[in-house]
């Protein structure tokens, strides 16, 4: 059964996913209302800050972007952003802090396989696979 996570429930939940990925950085490009997650300078978070609605926008593979918000009641397309490449999770009943982690993690993984190889603080394939997202 899941728990609706309720909004500082997805803010703690992305917050502490986001930190601990390799290279990640917090910055507020956007001023004091949105938490930007970035790796090697490209962004692959967006985090609301506000006392407004809370919401999390990933970077998603179109494909997946698409099912997952037919599969997701609380999951939309990007705010403000690209709405065929991103998605954002609201609080609701259908959000869980493992599906957080996971579209936290797919989004930086698909960043991180678009930088130069040199740049990348990690294997895309390895840590996928050590997070058990590969297959």
């Known amino acids: 059964m899941i728990t ?3 909004g500082d429930d997805l803010r703690e939940t992305a917050h502490s ?3 601990e990925l390799p290279g990640s950085e917090l910055t507020r490009p956007f001023g004091p209302d949105w938490d930007v997650y970035k790796v090697r300078g490209k ?3 967006l985090l ?10 990933v970077k998603a ?3 997946d972007g698409e099912a997952l918000r037919r599969q997701y009641a609380d ?10 490449h ?3 999770l609201t609080p609701g009943e259908s959000i869980s802090p493992g599906l957080v982690r996971e579209v936290l993690t797919i989004s930086y993984l698909l960043v991180v396989e678009g930088l130069p190889r040199a740049r990348r603080p990690v294997d895309p394939a ?10």
């Open 48 to 57: 609301t800050r506000s006392a407004g609605p809370q919401m999390l926008t």
């Open 43 to 45: 962004v692959f978070a």
């Open 4 to 6: 609706a996570m309720n």
């Open 75 to 84: 999951i939309a397309p990007g705010y403000h952003m690209n709405k065929r």
């Open 61 to 63: 593979d179109p494909e």
């Open 17 to 19: 996913v986001a930190q």
């Open 86 to 88: 991103w998605v954002t």
């Open 126 to 135: 390895a840590y996928a696979e050590a997070a058990g997202l590969a297959g």
